[in-house]
Structures are given as C-alpha cells and as structure tokens.
C-alpha cells in the first residue's frame, strides 16, 4: 500500500464527508475508497472513523491523524511546488470558502482578474452561510463575516458588510414608503433564518431605534430572499452588495437611508504558515487590495 496515497484518500473521506464523494474527488470508486482506509486502519492498527449506512465521524486518534496527515501532505505539496515553479509562478490548489451572498455577488465576479495573474493556479471555491472548520474542509483560506471568536487563525480585516433595507416598488405602492422607523410598524418583511429574530436596528443623529417585525416571511437563503422581496412580499434587510443591481435596475427601492444599520466586519482567515505557498501568498494579497 502506498502510504502517501492512504493519506490521501483519508483526507478526502474527511473533506468530503463520504466514501462515495471522495472516490468522486480521487477519480476511483467508493469500494476502493473504503479498501484504501481499511488497509491504512490495519497498518495503523487502530480505527480512523466510526462508520455507519447513514454518517461517519472522526475517532479521537483519528483527529489527530488527520492533522498529521494534512501536515505531511502540504509539506509534500510545498516541495512539489518549489520544484516544479523555477520561474516563481504560483501553482497547484486554492481551495477558499466564502458566505453565499458575498462569494456570488462579490468574490465569483472579481476571480478573473486573479486567474489571469496566476492562471496555473486551480481554484476551489465553497460558498457555504455555516462557518466551516478549516483543517478538516481543507480550506486554505476564509473570508467571514461577523465576530470572530478568539482563534490561532491569522484575520486580515476588510471593508465591512454594509446592510440595506429594500422593497419592490409594487409593494410600496400597496403598503406605503417608511420615512421613518416608526412608520415600519404593520409592515410585512422577510428575513434572513440566522437572525429572523433580531430586531432591526437603526441609528441616526445619536439616536437608535429598533424594530422588531411581527409579520414575517423567513428563509434561508440570501438570494431567495431577494427573490422575495422582489416578488412583492415584504420589507427585507439584505446585503448591499445584494441588491446593488436591482436598485440601479429599480426592481428595488431603498428606503430609510437616512437612518444607519449596522455593519458587519468581515475579515479574511488563514493558517500561519512559515511556508506559505506562493499561491496562498498572492491570492491574499489580491484579495486584501479587492476587498479591503
């Protein structure tokens, strides 16, 4: 067996969350998949995962295998990468994770101009709302939104996530245009799932208000939400990046822009690397001169 192939495979279980994904991801099948971390198993003579029909989880050696496997792996792949790049040109994997409105709207539209600085560079991308966990993802790097819990990860700040409360032009016309905070009151909304029940609040010459909506269509999705809002069915506090284009299309009006919502920071994530591949290097760069 080769042990570097084991590993391998071992990762992308992980990674991947199944034998089936994984084989998808190596290019083999799943039976050869299971076969692979079967042997590994044996040679290590201890179990890597709990193994059910329906999920599968990491032992506790298994987590620190995990760690050792990815260590060796990079170490493998920065190797690689200094022998095959004699010219500098950043090569191999980036594998980066975004939030789903921001890495649509914002991150997907700005990647040509990295593709066409560093071409031989193959990009990843996972847009996920749910904070993933960066080693067992195997995600190089991670742009956040929000407050960051105390962490050994590097955080580079960025613009903050500004906020923007939109309705279509139809429903204004049936429920009328808020100058006011106060005038929210009987107003339907729909609301993102995350934060369905926080009030809104708003800020102006020192003063906040909040408002809480009681007539409410909720979802989980960011540009289902939109799509709501666009279709008539209420109020929605969306991100600007969001909704930017409906507004200068005017399928969505602005309305409160007076008044000052809170904004989000939003920061970009990564491992300390002493070895750092030049990939990682210029993608962070290219992201910190987009987005900060």
């Known amino acids: 067996m080769d042990l570097f192939v084991a590993m391998r495979t071992f990762v992308a279980i992980v990674r991947s969350g199944s034998m089936n994904a994984a084989g998808h991801e190596l290019g083999v099948s799943g039976a050869l998949v299971g076969q692979r971390l079967s042997a590994l198993e044996d040679r290590l003579q201890a179990r890597l995962l709990n193994r059910s029909t329906r999920q599968q989880s990491l032992t506790e050696f298994g987590g620190t295998y995990l760690q050792h496997c990815i260590d060796i792996l990079d170490q493998v ?68 939104i929000g407050v960051l819990e105390d962490s050994a990860l590097v955080h580079r700040p960025l613009a903050p996530y500004r906020m923007r409360i939109c309705a279509s032009p139809a429903y204004l016309a049936k429920a009328g245009v808020p100058d006011h905070p106060d005038d929210l009151t009987g ?27 009681s007539h409410a269509i909720t979802v989980n999705s960011g540009h289902a939400m939109r799509n709501a809002i666009r279709a008539g069915l209420g109020l929605g ?15 969505l009006v602005p309305v409160l822009e007076d008044w000052q919502l809170p904004e989000r920071p939003m920061s970009l994530l990564y491992h300390r690397d002493r070895h750092m591949p030049l990939r990682t290097k210029r993608f962070i760069a290219f992201a910190l001169s987009k987005f900060a």
């Open 77 to 144: 792949a920065l190797s690689e990468g200094l022998a095959g790049d004699p010219d500098g040109r950043p090569r191999g994997r980036l594998r980066i994770t975004a939030p789903t409105s921001f890495g649509a709207e914002a991150l997907m539209p700005a990647l040509g101009a990295f593709r066409a600085a560093a071409p031989d560079v193959e990009l990843d991308i996972v847009l996920s709302d749910r904070n993933l966990d960066l080693i067992p993802a195997g995600v190089d790097l991670a742009f956040r």
């Open 187 to 213: 107003h339907e909304a729909v609301l993102f799932a995350l934060g369905a029940g926080r009030p809104w609040r708003m800020t102006r010459d020192g003063e906040t208000l909040r408002w809480t909506p």
């Open 237 to 251: 506090m969306l991100p600007a990046v969001l909704v930017q284009a409906d507004i200068q299309r005017g399928t």
